[in-house]
């Protein structure tokens, strides 16, 4: 069957029922394979890679009113979630509380109250701001899962990194949300997680690194720091270090298998160690458990600095 093309404008992303009939798109062309119907007078094109925003698009453009919250704005945001979060697909859609919950399939709907500055349009969506999304998870999420989506929030990386980054949000931001709505529901879980909320974590594995060392009496490892070479050149990055005994921690997960990947590694691992630095490599099972092995690899390096010190070698 040959499909007539549709017009670009609706090649980028979702879009609504009456949106393609302005265009001059049937209905009956609306109902054919190439178009998802995910939920009533909404159409996603089957091929492309429309952005994440594309993609939602249209379940705010449906009317003036809808939000896109929770899950569906961390999506946007690109906050790090939990792993069965990130597996319910399901759309969070929200109005004011003096309006009708959104109803329809594949969404989950929501009456929220809002204050100014709580909802912006990104890339062409109403979504909630960064931090409004993160307090919004607060009555979902355990405090450590809170903790890394918050940490996806304000990690930055400064003109020294190879690839700086700007926050989201800072964390004065996520005070003040917290304080603007003091009886919402998971209040209790942001006030724990906050105090624990760190700058330079780009993923929840870091942020699950971090927090398991801190807990314990070696003490919460440096995020952001930077390893110089004798003319003061930025030549390692490490996900955390203890600078003191410099001592590197670097999470490598499963896209360090890949032979390009690896092999930067190995380079990594020969200049870190040039500069007089020990490198520990830290991999997902050694998180697992209730006495994660990693503490274990940390005490052996600080152990054996301490032997060689004290016998002077």
């Given at each position: 069957m040959c499909l007539s093309r549709l017009p670009q404008d609706l090649l980028a992303g979702s879009f609504t029922s009456s949106h393609a009939q302005a265009y001059g798109v049937s209905r009956k062309r609306q109902r054919q394979p190439d178009?998802?119907?995910?939920?009533?007078?909404?159409?996603?094109?089957?091929?492309?890679?429309a952005t994440m925003c594309a993609n939602l698009r249209a379940y705010t453009a449906m009317?003036?009113?809808?939000?896109?919250?929770?899950?569906?704005?961390?999506?946007?945001?690109?906050?790090?979630?939990?792993?069965?979060?990130?597996?319910?697909?399901?759309?969070?859609?929200?109005?004011?509380?003096?309006?009708?919950?959104?109803?329809?399939?594949?969404?989950?709907?929501?009456?929220?109250?809002?204050?100014?500055?709580?909802?912006?349009?990104?890339?062409?969506?109403?979504?909630?701001?960064?931090?409004?999304?993160?307090?919004?998870?607060a009555n979902l999420l355990s405090v450590d899962e809170l903790i890394a989506a918050g940490d996806s929030a304000v990690v930055s990386h400064g003109p020294d990194f190879p690839k700086p980054r700007s926050p989201l949000a800072m964390t004065e931001d996520l005070r003040r949300i917290i304080a603007a709505h003091p009886g919402m529901r998971g209040m209790k879980t942001a006030r724990l997680a906050l105090p624990e909320i760190r700058v330079g974590a780009d993923s929840p594995q870091e942020t699950r690194m971090r927090l398991v060392l801190a807990r314990t009496k070696l003490g919460e490892p440096v995020l952001n720091h930077v390893i110089r070479n004798s003319w003061g050149q930025s030549a390692v990055w490490p996900d955390a270090a203890y600078p003191e005994h410099r001592l590197a921690l670097q999470y490598d997960g499963s896209h360090h298998s890949d032979p390009d990947q690896a092999a930067r590694d190995r380079r990594r691992k020969e200049t870190t160690e040039r500069l007089g630095w020990t490198e520990i490599r830290i991999f997902k099972d050694d998180l697992d458990g209730d006495k994660p092995f990693v503490l274990e690899k940390v005490r052996a390096v600080l152990d054996g600095q301490l032997r060689r010190r004290a016998s002077g070698t």
């Open positions: 178009l998802a119907t995910p939920s009533r007078g909404i159409r996603v094109p089957l091929e492309g890679e009317d003036d009113a809808s939000t896109l919250t929770h899950h569906s704005g961390a999506r946007i945001w690109g906050y790090s979630l939990p792993g069965w979060m990130q597996e319910d697909w399901r759309i969070h859609v929200a109005r004011d509380r003096g309006d009708s919950k959104p109803r329809r399939r594949n969404v989950v709907g929501h009456r929220l109250t809002f204050k100014p500055g709580e909802v912006v349009v990104h890339e062409g969506v109403r979504v909630t701001s960064p931090a409004r999304t993160w307090l919004d998870l």
